[in-house]
């Protein structure tokens, strides 16, 4: 008896692009990239317009999920699930750009500054949230998307250290825009050389490695064939901010793999039954804890006052611009002066009106309620990603996101005013939304330290 065949017409387009793969990978492909590529640059082609790789992988991003949404229907009600789970973080998030768009709409250079927003919060910070919330369907994905951070801090780290070698930045012959000036100054300080990787600034380089090292040491942590990847990735991180040659960046690092350790300790104490030997050890570790502190207290002193005088004034020239912004904030707290205006009047010394803590930047531009609303966005979300699973069932990804929030609050508090990283922390954000809250997780340690 002959066999027949059943022919099967080719599936429509739309139903093939259903499937949510192809905009998985153009995700995971932009997280990988947009640190590998210098985001004060645009690549230079002879008879052609500048272009930015990082902005063709978003405009494809875009192009891809507005084409779902129009002609496929999209089924959103998995973001809108997370969003709602979320709705206090989401809530504060909102009112924060409800603020920045105000003070830029009200701004003599309105449409300037709208242009910039919509450039940089929505076409690349909130895109990158929305996507991350829209493609992580389960822990694996979130995995995925972590391993391609710490992925490209490796890259990151390769090219601060050769640039290091050479003393020259790598791209200064490739790219060209108006804001590279930062970047391709001098950035000597003391006859020492100061990399910048990627980054316009050595400090953005040193806050990327403070906050990536979490991530980094989690991964490491994992049961896994790919450790040695992953050791790498933790020494090129910790030699990126030593690379920066920044007090504060290795004072933070510093502050970053102890908070690693204190997690993991608690992950024992929970896991440790001998009474005994908790006991034991706490007081060893109070004792020690308490010897290292003061022996090391002093060098951390000198350290944040400056072991040089150029150390020193630029302390002194932090304290001075804290001193004249506050007043200034508070005459106008409501919507700010606006970017054209929010430096008028603040800033002392050679180094002219340059500011180093971003949320006084915040303050000064939106007003004292943004200020505040930015800085209730990084604690509610690092306790919304500390709470997320409970130590006592392991270590997971979203106690070290927690970690890694504090650590770039306290960058943008205590050390400059650059937003470069803040889509990393957008990344963090849709990570942290896209997670089940205390159900126990994959992703956490199976064996803990």
Not at 236 to 250: A, F, Q
Request: aromatic share 12%; hydrophobic share 55%; glycine share 6%.
């Amino acid at each position: 008896m002959g066999s027949t065949t059943t022919f099967k017409p080719p599936m429509p387009l739309a139903q093939r692009l259903d499937n949510p793969r192809a905009v998985r990978w153009v995700v995971l492909f932009l997280i990988f990239c947009i640190f590998l590529w210098p985001g004060y640059g645009e690549l230079k082609v002879s008879g052609l317009p500048n272009v930015a790789p990082p902005r063709l992988i978003k405009t494809l991003l875009f192009l891809m999920l507005a084409y779902r949404f129009l002609n496929v229907g999209i089924e959103l009600r998995r973001v809108g699930e997370r969003i709602s789970q979320h709705w206090v973080l989401f809530g504060i998030l909102f009112f924060y750009h409800l603020l920045l768009i105000l003070s830029f709409a009200l701004d003599q250079a309105s449409m300037v500054l709208i242009y910039g927003y919509v450039k940089e919060e929505v076409f690349t910070n909130l895109l990158l949230m929305f996507a991350v919330i829209f493609v992580v369907r389960d822990d694996d994905d979130i995995k995925s998307i972590v391993k391609a951070l710490v992925l490209a801090s490796i890259g990151v780290a390769l090219i601060a250290a050769t640039e290091s070698f050479v003393k020259v930045n790598l791209f200064k012959s490739v790219v060209s825009n108006v804001n590279t000036a930062l970047a391709f100054g001098d950035k000597t300080r003391d006859l020492r050389y100061r990399a910048n990787g990627t980054f316009s600034h050595p400090l953005v380089l040193a806050q990327y490695a403070a906050v990536m090292l979490p991530l980094a040491w989690w991964l490491f942590s994992q049961p896994s064939r790919k450790k040695i990847v992953w050791l790498i990735a933790l020494v090129g991180l910790v030699t990126c901010s030593i690379l920066s040659v920044t007090r504060s960046g290795l004072v933070l690092l510093i502050v970053s793999a102890i908070a690693i350790t204190l997690v993991s300790a608690t992950r024992w104490w929970y896991r440790c039954k001998n009474g005994v030997l908790k006991m034991l050890l706490l007081t060893q570790a109070i004792g020690w804890g308490f010897l290292v502190i003061f022996s090391v207290s002093g060098w951390i002193t000198r350290l944040i006052e400056g072991t040089t005088r150029e150390e020193s004034s630029s302390s002194f020239y932090r304290l001075e611009v804290l001193r004249s912004a506050i007043p200034k904030i508070l005459s106008s707290p409501l919507i700010g002066y606006g970017p054209t205006h929010a430096m008028e009047g603040v800033g002392v010394g050679r180094m002219g009106n340059i500011i180093d803590n971003y949320f006084l930047l915040v303050g000064l531009e939106s007003g004292i309620f943004a200020a505040m609303l930015l800085l209730v966005l990084f604690v509610v979300a690092s306790k919304t990603a500390w709470h997320k699973f409970s130590l006592k069932q392991g270590i997971s990804i979203h106690h070290m996101l927690a970690i890694s929030s504090v650590i770039f609050c306290m960058f943008l508090l205590f050390v400059h005013a650059l937003p470069e990283l803040l889509p990393l922390f957008y990344i963090f954000l849709g990570l942290m939304a896209s997670a089940t809250k205390n159900k126990k997780s994959s992703i956490a340690l199976s064996n803990p330290l």
